[in-house]
């Protein structure tokens, strides 16, 4: 059974930190690219951050860049998100997600992905 199990969300105040979690179990992780995604109330969900399955190569959202940082251990089969600086804008529900044989142009279309995990509530307050 493919799973996808985000974990790490939480409340914290503007300027904290927290670090997600995605662990992955029923699929070759190696063979697949994992995406961050995000979706806040009333909102489209968009893409923050993915990581490459074949070069480790990282791409950042620009609202994030130089304030989240994506990295895998793949012994683990387990990508995080560390986000430091957080804003009240970065408030909404984490994904988790993974996409075999995409280009990278299309890390960012949230429809290249064949797994979604369940989500993790990030709330930043002010």
């Known amino acids: 059974e493919v799973q996808l199990v985000e974990s790490g969300g939480g409340l914290v105040q503007a300027g904290g930190s927290l670090r997600l979690s995605c662990a992955a179990s029923?699929?070759?992780?190696?063979?697949?690219?994992i995406g961050w995604f995000r979706q806040a109330p009333g909102k489209e969900r968009e893409a923050v951050s993915c990581?490459?399955?074949?070069?480790?190569?990282?791409y950042y959202a620009d609202s994030v860049k130089g304030r989240f940082t994506i990295s895998s251990d793949n012994a683990k089969n387990t990508v995080y998100l560390q986000m430091n600086s957080l804003k009240p804008e970065d408030t909404a529900v984490y994904s988790c997600?993974?996409?075999?044989?995409?280009?990278?142009?299309?890390?960012?279309?949230?429809?290249?992905?064949?797994?979604w995990g369940q989500g993790t509530q990030v709330t930043v307050s002010s």
């Open positions: 997600a993974a996409a075999r044989g995409v280009y990278s142009v299309n890390y960012w279309l949230p429809h290249e992905y064949d797994y």
């Open positions: 990581i490459s399955s074949e070069d480790g190569s990282t």
């Open positions: 029923g699929f070759t992780f190696d063979d697949y690219a």
